[in-house]
């Protein structure tokens, strides 16, 4: 939360999820479709050399030669969910809607470029390139 949020928030919700790996063999980067079984080889030949090496390591008693180190990328995605009450002049009926759409057609026919500008400002009136 900044300090210029005007709500707090009521429930949040944080979930992780693999975007990449590592290979267990070569160490290249294998992107995660994140459904199915997690990958450990970028390719089938990969997978032959670990299991080659596993192999040749068991016959002369040594441990393990693939690495038990392996980087995964993991994307954090925080859902947030706020109260926001809504204002007291905003129209129920469809009839209350006339006479505020027609006060924004004129304002989009005299300067349309105006409320543009006015929503890019408070959208943007902390980045240097504001207007």
Not at 33 to 46: E, N
Not at 79 to 93: D, G, I, K, N, W
Request: include cysteine.
């Amino acid at each position: 939360m900044t300090d210029n949020d005007e709500h707090e928030p009521d429930n949040e919700r944080a979930r992780e999820h693999l975007v990449s790996t590592q290979c267990r063999a070569c160490g290249t980067s294998i992107d995660y479709a994140g459904t199915g079984r997690r990958p450990q080889f970028c390719s089938p030949a990969c997978r032959q050399r670990a299991w080659a090496l596993r192999r040749v390591a068991a016959q002369l008693g040594r441990p393990d030669p693939m690495p038990t180190v392996v980087r995964d990328v993991v994307e954090r995605v925080i859902e947030v969910e706020r109260t926001v009450p809504v204002p007291a002049h905003t129209p129920r009926l469809a009839a209350d809607w006339v006479p505020l759409l027609e006060q924004l057609d004129r304002q989009m026919r005299d300067n349309p470029l105006a409320l543009f500008r006015s929503r890019w400002n408070i959208l943007f009136q902390d980045h240097p390139f504001s207007c």
